[in-house]
């Protein structure tokens, strides 16, 4: 490899020649957590209490204690966060090696189909369709889910919690079949609160995203914006965990690297 | 009759608001011990064990006979033998309130007493006497009259040692549950004007909120317990218009401690109720204090519901009742701060509520509506304590009488 990619990278970050796009949600309180039934744990919200801000607790500097769940907010899963991947070796965010955080995207757009139906599923008919319009999903890559969600936070339509479950997109078992195992794909980049469909507890097999993913050893990001504003293909993904000693998953900055004129 | 109240006008921005000032604070220990029954509701006197006369004003030993004095509770029946109106006076709260009537009861219970006058009650009448809590929490005699007049909750001198809801603007601080929705139609229709009736996750629907939002009078606002700066937001909003806060927030999980308890649900009850509940205080009481003597719409009362189990602990909820107990101190303490700027400080004790987390407790369990109706039977009497039903009563009876054996067979 040439001694010159990383300085190029450098100029080209310098230029704008390659932007850096967020894909980060803000942790705050008022960001939505996944429900579940009520009689399960359930995830903590974002908190933060002020220990200073220049006053008698610190007269010269600003800082907060802050909680949350492993998963709230946008997010890292691991694959120790399912049963599916209890077992594989290096499964929690601090044994996952550094060089895996780092990975091209591709990004599939289902935001049309989303939108016409809340409850549309990605399946692996539709992978194959796509894949003659576009072209063969590369291996070694994340597969970024584009379905606008992001657009819906701050409003109940993001969780879309109805009184029969959630309600938002996501793949069924065939179609995480194809990705993990023909396409070799990193893991599933979303949107939405969960890799899997809002009403995946009653797939059979029930929550695909994340049994097969996790079950071999695939990672899962969730609650992302602006996946919009990537190329379909091209985009560079660094998403890092905190190295959380045995964790399941973490909260953590998601940026992309495109390439192009600087916006 | 007493003149009705009035719906109060819009504050004049030019009149500087009447500081609340609280009556003369330091009194003996004998005088706090009948406080503390007088913030139940009772009305106690001291009677000799010796030669069993009542006697009044509180002393430590009996004053005809110096034997030892035990608190009984007493007849209420008095007649009113003399009255006199003060029209001056060196003590602030009083100055602020003249002109102010007093008379000389003869206690159906055999002493005389200075005792504060209803508007409808003078020289002669047969009252009834209520032990009260005045602004500072100190315990004083009140001359009701003994039949039911119109409009009498709205006598202007009751209702300093009152905390009635009529025509005041209140905060409830949890609307998601049968007791927060409970509670505020329970106020409306006790004549508050407003219901702020808080939300910790507007984005979320619950049980019978297209109802209560519907209801006239109810103010939906966001507002989580768990969430510093939600409370900052509200009050930096509504803090000078809130006359009275009720929390009805409570997290009930059943557990143990060794066995059987859940840690997760430890922490998510000591934050909802614990540091909830200061992060509240912290948010809402300076202002209630800054108002608590506002003219007819002032400031009143800060309110907090509890399980009775705080008192004792509780096999197979450990935790929840651990929740309770800090939740109780914490009262406690607030309830001595606030004492000293004129509001009240009222604790709503409950049994298991009849909800979705005591399924598995047998009945009796405690009624949203029971609560409600605590609630506002603690407001329009000044009561610092009551229990919402029988559970909690018997608890509590149980606790005075024998707190180390309750707390042993509430654990059993």
Not at chain 1, 169 to 188: I, M, S
Not at chain 2, 74 to 99: C, M, N, W, Y
Request: net charge negative; proline share 7%.
């Amino acid at each position: 490899m040439s001694k010159t990619v990383l300085a190029d990278l450098a100029v080209a970050l310098a230029t704008g020649q390659v932007r850096v796009i967020d894909l980060t949600n803000t942790l705050s309180p008022d960001f939505p957590v996944i429900v579940l039934p009520a009689e399960f744990g359930q995830c903590a919200p974002f908190r933060m209490e002020k220990l200073s801000r220049y006053d008698a607790d610190g007269p010269a500097w600003y800082w907060n204690n802050i909680s949350m769940n492993e998963h709230t907010g946008t997010h890292f899963d691991a694959p120790a966060h399912w049963v599916t991947g209890k077992d594989l070796p290096s499964n929690t965010v601090d044994a996952i090696p550094a060089q895996d955080f780092v990975a091209p995207a591709v990004v599939i757009d289902i935001s049309a189909e989303s939108a016409a139906d809340a409850d549309f599923v990605l399946t692996r008919e539709f992978l194959e369709n796509w894949e003659t319009e576009h072209g063969t999903i590369p291996p070694d890559h994340w597969i970024a889910l584009r379905t606008d969600w992001y657009k819906r936070v701050g409003t109940p339509e993001y969780l879309n919690l109805l009184e029969d479950g959630a309600h938002s997109p996501g793949p069924d078992a065939g179609a995480v079949e194809f990705l993990v195992h023909d396409r070799k794909c990193v893991g599933l980049a979303v949107e939405t609160v969960g890799t899997d469909a809002g009403q995946a507890s009653t797939f059979n097999p029930p929550l695909p995203a994340h049994s097969i993913l996790h079950g071999n050893g695939r990672f899962g990001l969730q609650c992302l914006t602006n996946l919009d504003k990537l190329p379909t293909f091209g985009a560079i993904i660094v998403a890092c965990p905190l190295k959380i000693e045995g964790g399941s998953g973490s909260p953590l900055r998601v940026v992309a690297l495109v390439e192009g004129e600087a916006a | 009759m007493s003149e009705p109240l009035t719906p109060p006008k819009r504050k004049d921005p030019l009149v500087v608001t009447r500081a609340g000032h609280v009556p003369p604070a330091l009194r003996s220990r004998a005088a706090t011990a009948m406080a503390a029954r007088a913030g139940l509701g009772r009305f106690v006197l001291q009677v000799c064990d010796d030669c069993a006369r009542a006697t009044y004003p509180q002393r430590d030993r009996c004053p005809f006979c110096w034997g030892e004095l035990r608190w009984q509770d007493q007849p209420d029946g008095a007649v009113i033998e003399a009255e006199t109106t003060i029209r001056s006076s060196i003590d602030l709260f009083f100055k602020d309130h003249l002109p102010w009537r007093v008379g000389s009861a003869r206690l159906d219970a055999g002493p005389m007493a200075t005792v504060h006058l209803h508007g409808d009650v003078g020289q002669g009448d047969r009252v009834k006497i209520e032990l009260k809590l005045d602004r500072s929490g100190n315990p004083a005699l009140f001359a009701m009259p003994e039949k039911e007049t119109p409009h009498m909750a709205d006598d202007p001198q009751l209702r300093v040692f009152t905390a009635d809801p009529k025509y005041r603007r209140v905060l409830v601080t949890d609307g998601r549950t049968a007791t927060g929705q409970a509670v505020a139609e329970a106020l409306l229709k006790a004549g508050a004007k407003t219901v702020f009736l808080g939300n910790a996750d507007p984005l979320m629907r619950y049980p019978g909120q297209d109802r209560i939002e519907a209801t006239a009078g109810i103010e939906p606002v966001r507002l989580s317990l768990t969430d510093t700066r939600s409370i900052e937001a509200l009050a930096g909003q509504l803090g000078g218009r809130v006359d009275i806060v009720v929390n009805t927030a409570q997290f009930s999980r059943q557990g143990g401690v060794g066995f059987g308890g859940n840690l997760n649900d430890l922490q998510s009850g000591l934050d909802l109720e614990v540091t909830g509940l200061m992060r509240l205080a912290q948010g809402f009481a300076p202002a209630l204090s800054g108002r608590s003597d506002d003219g007819d719409r002032s400031a009143a009362a800060f309110v907090d519901i509890a399980s009775i189990h705080g008192l004792t602990g509780r096999a197979g909820f450990a935790g929840s009742s651990a929740a309770a107990a800090a939740r109780l101190s914490l009262l406690a303490s607030l309830r001595g701060e606030m004492a000293r700027t004129g509001i009240r400080v009222i604790s709503v004790l409950t049994g298991p509520v009849d909800d979705g987390w005591h399924q598995n407790v047998p009945p009796p369990k405690t009624a949203p509506a029971q609560i409600a109706r605590a609630v506002v039977t603690a407001l329009q009497q000044g009561q610092e304590t009551i229990c919402a039903d029988e559970v909690a009563k018997d608890v509590l009876t149980r606790w005075q009488d024998d707190p180390l054996l309750t707390i042993r067979e509430e654990n059993k």
